[in-house]
T-cell receptor
Framework: EPEVTQTPSHQVTQMGQEVILRCVPISNHLYFYWYRQILGQKVEFLVSFYNNEISEKSEIFDDQFSVERPDGSNFTLKIRSTKLEDSAMYFC???????????????FGPGTRLTVL | AQSVTQLDSQVPVFEEAPVELRCNYSSSVSVYLFWYVQYPNQGLQLLLKYLSGSTLVKGINGFEAEFNKSQTSFHLRKPSVHISDTAEYFCAVSKGGYQKVTFGTGTKLQVIP
């Protein structure tokens, strides 16, 4: 069964450094998402992406964050200058959306644990 | 705005006993409801979803949930749990289509042998 993959599984970085989290959505899916889960808290929506542009973003997704689909398979989340509070599990998700059917489901990857020191 | 409340942060239950994980939602519009499961060190897996139609929804691994519009609830149940059901369970809501999913805080199900 096709699945969303994410790399790396764990990333450790120093405060102020840039990080790029990578995701390979399910092939032929058209909608892409990033969510994050700070330890002990709920999973929170960050951003959705469709047709090479952001569809929606939360207030968390400020100028330090950006997303990109650099080629036909990868979907990346970049944090320009990491802060301690960016430490979290980051989940990528994708959805088929070929017919914009409301019954589509988002499929989640295994997550990348980001630790900012 | 939509929101989800999971009333129990942890639920311990003995193996082969029944379990119910509670979820209440609020929304000003019709929503779709989901239960996701997260096994240790793994991602989020869809257990089941309610979109419309029958209010009793069956999912994978013997789980089912019942949508109750008057009580704005979507509780998850299993008649007999197994050790392998030990995981964290997230209730979630969406307006449907390509809209974002809003998650509850999660309930950790601990199955005791």
């Amino acid at each position: 069964e096709p699945e969303v993959t994410q790399t790396p599984s764990h990333q450790v970085t120093q405060m102020g450094q840039e990080v790029i989290l990578r995701c390979v959505p399910i092939s032929n899916h058209l909608y892409f998402y990033w969510y994050r889960q700070i330890l002990g808290q709920k999973v929170e929506f960050l951003v959705s992406f469709y047709n090479n542009e952001i569809s929606e973003k939360s207030e968390i997704f400020d100028d330090q964050f950006s997303v990109e689909r650099p080629d036909g398979s990868n979907f990346t989340l970049k944090i320009r200058s990491t802060k301690l509070e960016d430490s979290a599990m980051y989940f990528c998700a994708s959805m088929a959306g070929a017919t914009r059917v409301s019954t589509d489901t988002q499929y989640f990857g295994p997550g990348t644990r980001l630790t900012v020191l | 705005a939509q929101s989800v409340t999971q009333l129990d942060s942890q639920v311990p239950v003995f193996e082969e006993a029944p379990v119910e994980l509670r979820c209440n939602y609020s929304s000003s519009v019709s929503v779709y409801l989901f239960w996701y499961v997260q096994y240790p060190n793994q991602g989020l897996q869809l257990l089941l979803k309610y979109l419309s139609g029958s209010t009793l929804v069956k999912g994978i691994n013997g789980f089912e949930a019942e949508f109750n519009k008057s009580q704005t609830s979507f509780h998850l149940r299993k008649p007999s749990v197994h050790i392998s059901d030990t995981a964290e369970y997230f209730c979630a809501v969406s307006k449907g289509g390509y809209q974002k999913v809003t998650f509850g805080t999660g309930t950790k199900l601990q199955v005791i042998p």
